[in-house]
């Protein structure tokens, strides 16, 4: 049925990076911290009105980030609704490893780990 031409190719982990998008971290990171959120929602029984009151945003903000739609929120803002929610946040930076003196700088990952 598929024959000898089928390939398997293994994703990256960032479905971004896989298709190509720019800023592809950054796009991993808002994805899951909306998702933390929408959790973190249905976890306290919150119904999309009330969330919104306790977040200082509208009960459509509450939808669009439920739905993935985060192009009006900044990592900043999703940080700010993630500790409002009373999730804590802890930020580790770390210097870029060692590299040759002719290698160019490369850019530096954003990475998020729950748990």
């Not at 009960?59 to 439920?66: G, I």
């Amino acid at each position: 049925m598929f024959g000898d031409e089928t390939k398997i190719i293994s994703g990256s982990g960032n479905v971004f990076a896989d298709i190509g998008l720019p800023d592809a971290d950054d796009r991993l990171t808002k994805a899951r911290l909306a998702s933390l959120i929408g959790e973190t929602i249905a976890d306290l029984g919150l119904s999309q009105t009330v969330a919104a009151k306790l977040l200082g945003i509208t009960q459509p903000d509450v939808s669009n980030l439920l739905r993935g739609r985060l192009s009006g929120f900044s990592l900043e803002r999703l940080f700010g609704l993630v500790r409002t929610l009373g999730n804590d946040i802890e930020i580790i930076i770390r210097p870029p490893k060692r590299r040759e003196a002719t290698e160019s700088p490369r850019q530096g990952r954003t990475r998020m780990m729950v748990g």
